[in-house]
C-alpha cells in the first residue's frame, strides 16, 4: 500500500513540475524540436531524391532491354516508368515546399 501511495505521489508531483514549467522553456524547446526536425527533413528529401536516381536508372535499363528485344509494349512501359518519376520528384518537392517553407 505505501508504494502504492509513493508511486502516485511521484507521478502526481512530476506532473505538477511538469505543468509549472513557464512559456518560456516551452516555447525554447518548441523550437529546438522543429529546428532538429528540419535538419532531418532536409536529409530525408536527400534520400528520396537518391530513391528517385537510382529508380531512374532501374527503369532506364528496364525501357532499354524491352526495346531491343523489340516489345511492342515499350512505349506504355516508359510512359509509366517516366510518368512515377515525375510523380514522386513533385510530391517530394512539395512537402518540402510546405513543411521546411
Given at each position: 500500500?505505501k508504494?502504492?501511495?509513493?508511486?502516485?505521489?511521484?507521478?502526481?508531483?512530476?506532473?505538477?513540475?511538469?505543468?509549472?514549467?513557464?512559456?518560456?522553456?516551452?516555447?525554447?524547446?518548441?523550437?529546438?524540436?522543429?529546428?532538429?526536425?528540419?535538419?532531418?527533413?532536409?536529409?530525408?528529401?536527400?534520400?528520396?531524391?537518391?530513391?528517385?536516381?537510382?529508380?531512374a536508372?532501374?527503369?532506364?535499363?528496364?525501357?532499354?532491354?524491352?526495346?531491343?528485344?523489340?516489345?511492342p509494349?515499350?512505349?506504355?512501359?516508359?510512359?509509366?516508368?517516366?510518368?512515377s518519376?515525375?510523380?514522386?520528384?513533385?510530391v517530394?518537392?512539395l512537402?518540402?515546399?510546405?513543411?521546411?517553407?
Open positions: 500500500m508504494k502504492t501511495i509513493l508511486t502516485v505521489y511521484l507521478v502526481l508531483s512530476n506532473m505538477v513540475l511538469t505543468f509549472a514549467q513557464n512559456d518560456a522553456s516551452r516555447k525554447q524547446a518548441l523550437q529546438q524540436v522543429e529546428t532538429d526536425i528540419k535538419g532531418y527533413f532536409d536529409v530525408a528529401c536527400g534520400i528520396f531524391y537518391a530513391i528517385c536516381a537510382i529508380m536508372l532501374v527503369g532506364a535499363f528496364k525501357v532499354y532491354s524491352k526495346w531491343s528485344n523489340g516489345d509494349d515499350t512505349s506504355k512501359v516508359a510512359v509509366g516508368w517516366f510518368g518519376l515525375i510523380f514522386v520528384a513533385v517530394v518537392t512537402i518540402k515546399s510546405f513543411f521546411v517553407g
